[in-house]
């Protein structure tokens, strides 16, 4: 039998204190202790994925190597530790029922009345440990999405009851909690705290350490009030004091001493000390930037920033990689025409023109793109930010003026963006776009081999339109090449000119696979062309 341990990350008080992000930091201290670590998502919601959700809804969602349409959660914790996360790492309710009720279809629970306990507790507790069975891992950490007390985490909290239970000293809980602080009276009120553990104890669950976010430091009586009235030992009460950047998290887990509780309380060694020097030399350097860019964000979710998460903290990982600091100018794209485009964008170091699904501000989108050709302005497209530039091209350089995707205007007479052949009868919208990694053979002498140092590259996807390879002879004599292309189906990858300073578009989400650890060589060499733009600007 396996000896991985499982590690429990609950929420209490209100959503958005940062559980996803305490989880990584726990897993980080404890892969830089030697350990083997993993993290997965328990998501509430009946969705069978966030894949068919608005961003409104879920902000961004997240692809994995095997395209699984997941959870932000999951890039943090890509990011934070260099590896690689499947659909095993995200679970939600819809695929916990989904999977039960198949099981009843079958005949699997041989005529037993189907119900929450045991049958959906014991899927529950079957997925999490899925991760876990093969022994490749020390320890498998496991968020659980919402609040304690929220009635569709009700069936998780009972199976984290259940897996203590039957595991005794291989499972341990760590319970996320709000320590306000009130300016009227100049205090930290602890009982928010209390009320969410006492909620947490009538579901059967004691938790074994108290994360407190705070944005004032808990002094040593705070703490051992909220070990008193919370029954755990004063050392397993944990300050999470408000981080400048998400990247300081691990090192401030590491000065409360997160990691030691933890081995302590599984009885797993201590030693060695977990190195973190990189990490430091990476935080050290994004607080520290030698200069700064601008860089403009054009999308249609532009005002929520969880909607291009990923991309956000590409630049975070490229800009230390360049000594620099990224300000991202974030600009609606519906914002834009071609009378404002060069108020908008003037003085801008680089344009990044983002994914996205639907007709809504694909013109701005396009204007801001035929800005960025024509000024020299360095560009990325990613998927249809990349689809935006070939029209753009068509339409302004071939001159192919009715030129679109066909996403967009089904009746153009140009289409250069068309839909897949495979996606032409799909009528199930979940799950059923090209996902997750493909190869991609780069061109000899392109700017992408350049970038990538490589002949064969494979990057995530997720989308149902592609480049018309009609159309390709056409691009490739007036000046945008193909420097991409799946070797198996001969679709376009990636789009560039290379007369220009630097433009390139994407079929693919270079974003998904930029960690601390490894920037993605896009990025890096994107904000590299925008720090030269700015030093020719200065000069």
């Known amino acids: 039998m396996s000896d991985t341990k499982y590690i429990f990350v609950t929420?209490?008080?209100?959503?958005?204190?940062?559980?996803?992000?305490?989880?990584?930091?726990?897993?980080?201290?404890?892969?830089?202790?030697?350990?083997?670590?993993?993290?997965?998502?328990?998501?509430?919601y009946i969705n069978?994925?966030?894949?068919?959700?608005?961003?409104?809804?879920?902000?961004?969602?997240?692809?994995?190597?095997?395209?699984?349409?997941?959870?932000?959660?999951?890039?943090?914790?890509?990011?934070?530790?260099?590896i690689t996360t499947?659909?095993?790492?995200?679970?939600?309710?819809?695929?916990?029922?989904?999977?039960?009720?198949?099981?009843?279809?079958?005949?699997?629970?041989?005529?037993?009345?189907?119900?929450?306990?045991?049958?959906?507790?014991?899927?529950?507790?079957?997925?999490?440990?899925?991760?876990?069975?093969?022994?490749?891992?020390?320890?498998?950490?496991?968020?659980?999405?919402?609040?304690?007390?929220?009635?569709?985490?009700?069936?998780?909290?009972?199976?984290?009851?259940?897996?203590?239970?039957?595991m005794k000293d291989r499972c341990l809980v760590i319970h996320l909690t709000l320590i306000p602080y009130l300016a009227a009276s100049g205090e930290l009120k602890t009982k928010p705290t209390q009320h969410s553990v006492k909620t947490f104890l009538e579901?059967?669950?004691?938790?074994?350490?108290?994360?407190?976010?705070?944005?004032r430091h808990l002094d040593d009586d705070i703490k051992r009030k909220i070990a008193l009235f919370c029954n755990v030992s004063k050392e397993a009460v944990i300050e999470s004091i408000d981080a400048d950047t998400i990247y300081e998290v691990p090192l401030l887990m590491k000065e409360e001493e997160l990691d030691k509780v933890v081995l302590s309380r599984l009885s797993m060694p201590l030693s060695p000390e977990p190195d973190l020097d990189g990490w430091r030399a990476f935080v050290d350097k994004l607080k520290n930037p030698k200069r700064e860019v601008r860089i403009g964000l054009i999308g249609k979710y532009v005002e929520l920033k969880d909607a291009y998460k990923s991309i956000a903290e590409s630049f975070i990982h490229a800009a230390v990689s360049n000594d620099c600091a990224v300000e991202l100018v974030r600009i609606h794209s519906e914002s834009i025409n071609e009378d404002n485009v060069t108020e908008l964008l003037e003085g801008l170091n680089g344009v990044l023109v983002a994914p996205g699904f639907g007709e809504r501000g694909v013109e701005g989108k396009i204007a801001a793109i035929k800005y960025a050709r024509e000024n020299?302005?360095?560009?990325?497209?990613?998927?249809?930010?990349?689809?935006?530039?070939?029209?753009?091209?068509?339409?302004?350089?071939?001159g192919l003026e009715d030129a679109h995707s066909t996403e967009i205007n089904p009746e153009t007479k140009n289409p250069v963006i068309d839909i897949m052949e495979a996606q032409k009868k799909v009528t199930i919208k979940g799950g059923t776009m090209r996902l997750g990694v493909y190869d991609c053979k780069?061109?000899?002498?392109?700017?992408?081999?350049?970038?990538?140092?490589?002949?064969?590259?494979?990057?995530?996807?997720?989308?149902?339109?592609?480049?018309n390879n009609e159309y390709l002879a056409d691009f490739e004599k007036s000046g945008m090449q193909a420097s991409g292309i799946n070797p198996d189906t001969g679709l376009v990858e990636i789009m560039e000119i290379q007369e220009h300073p630097w433009f390139v578009g994407v079929q693919y989400h270079p974003e998904y696979k930029s960690t601390v650890a490894n920037p993605h060589p896009f990025f890096v060499?994107?904000?590299?062309?925008?720090?030269?733009?700015?030093?020719t600007v200065a000069n």
């Not at 060499?525 to 030093?535: G, H, I, P, R, Y």
């Open 11 to 44: 929420g209490g008080v209100t959503s958005s204190l940062g559980k996803g992000i305490i989880s990584a930091s726990l897993a980080k201290l404890l892969q830089a202790r030697g350990y083997q670590v993993t993290i997965q998502k328990l998501d509430p």
């Open 48 to 82: 069978i994925d966030p894949g068919t959700m608005n961003p409104y809804e879920h902000g961004e969602c997240y692809v994995t190597n095997d395209g699984a349409e997941t959870d932000l959660d999951l890039g943090h914790y890509e990011r934070f530790l260099n």
């Open 86 to 166: 499947s659909q095993a790492n995200n679970i939600t309710t819809g695929r916990v029922y989904q999977s039960v009720i198949n099981k009843e279809r079958e005949g699997v629970y041989l005529g037993k009345t189907v119900q929450v306990i045991p049958h959906i507790t014991d899927e529950i507790k079957r997925s999490v440990k899925l991760l876990g069975d093969d022994g490749e891992f020390d320890f498998v950490i496991t968020e659980i999405g919402g609040t304690v007390g929220d009635i569709e985490s009700l069936p998780y909290i009972e199976a984290v009851r259940q897996m203590k239970w039957e």
């Open 203 to 215: 579901a059967g669950v004691q938790p074994d350490i108290l994360v407190c976010r705070t944005e």
């Open 376 to 398: 020299g302005v360095p560009f990325l497209g990613i998927c249809l930010g990349m689809q935006c530039a070939v029209i753009e091209f068509a339409r302004n350089v071939l």
């Open 442 to 467: 780069l061109a000899d002498g392109s700017r992408a081999k350049a970038t990538y140092q490589e002949d064969m590259i494979n990057e995530r996807h997720r989308h149902r339109f592609e480049f």
């Open 525 to 535: 060499n994107f904000v590299k062309a925008a720090v030269e733009l700015s030093e």
